[in-house]
């Protein structure tokens, strides 16, 4: 089956600090990959949506200065939280499409704690 | 916007008992699905309905796809520990996509021993 892994599962870092979190798809091409934010016991949150190629779209109310996403190849994403505070900590799933009417095939998360 | 609401929002029963998570929505999608989540981990998908009346069992778990395709129920027959965990209920097509996802605020199963 189609197997999207996230790296890394769990980062701790200072705030002020720039992460980096990489989604891939590892046997299919992902034409599309989603970012999502889940806070503790709640549901997931779509962030932005982003092409293979071309610019992200992000949700409303997603700073996209401070999310950046990268897609530059069909199987990998990233997601970049630039100048991390401790309000940015919380758990970040991607997930992957190959072709519009297929399935998000979803990674297991990263866990982001700022202190 | 398109909203699902998902009823009840916490729900803990003893190993055994019966129970059905309800997830409502003000507008129709093209497609729904429900997903189990476990701490720490991606949701895993468990199934898609697509019909409207449809209905779809995977072992205990049952699931039905309303009439009018805007509201869907999950029900567990003899829950078991294992179940435990946070059901999401997700709207499938929406804001121009054929596959974006709209996903209910979940439903955190808890099945006691």
């Known amino acids: 089956g189609a197997v999207v892994s996230q790296h890394p599962s769990r980062v701790i870092c200072k705030s002020g600090t720039s992460v980096k979190i990489e989604c891939r798809s590892l046997?299919?091409?992902?034409?599309?990959m989603f970012w999502y934010r889940q806070f503790p016991k709640q549901s997931l949150m779509l962030m932005a949506t982003s092409n293979e190629g071309s610019k992200a779209t992000y949700e409303q109310g997603v700073e996209k200065d401070k999310f950046l996403i990268n897609h530059a190849s069909l199987t990998l994403s990233t997601l970049t939280v630039t100048s991390a505070h401790p309000e940015d900590s919380s758990f970040y799933i991607c997930s992957a499409q190959g072709t519009d009417d297929q399935p998000q095939h979803f990674g297991d998360g990263t866990r982001l704690s700022i202190l | 916007t398109q909203l699902l609401e998902q009823s009840p929002q916490f729900l803990s029963i003893q190993e055994g008992e019966n129970l059905t998570v309800y997830c409502n929505s003000s507008?129709?999608?093209?497609?729904l699905q429900w997903y189990r989540q476990e701490p720490g981990e991606g949701p895993v998908l468990l199934v898609t309905?697509?019909?409207?009346?449809e209905v779809k069992k995977l072992k205990r778990l049952t699931f039905q796809f309303g009439d009018a395709r805007k509201d869907s129920s999950l029900h567990i027959t003899a829950a078991q520990p294992g179940d435990t965990g946070l059901y999401l209920c997700?709207?499938?097509?929406?804001?121009?996509?054929?596959?974006?996802?709209?996903f209910g605020k979940g439903t955190l199963l808890t099945v006691n021993p």
């Open positions: 046997d299919f091409q992902a034409t599309t």
């Open positions: 507008s129709v999608f093209s497609s």
């Open positions: 309905v697509v019909t409207g009346g």
């Open positions: 997700a709207g499938v097509g929406s804001g121009g996509s054929n596959y974006k996802l709209t």
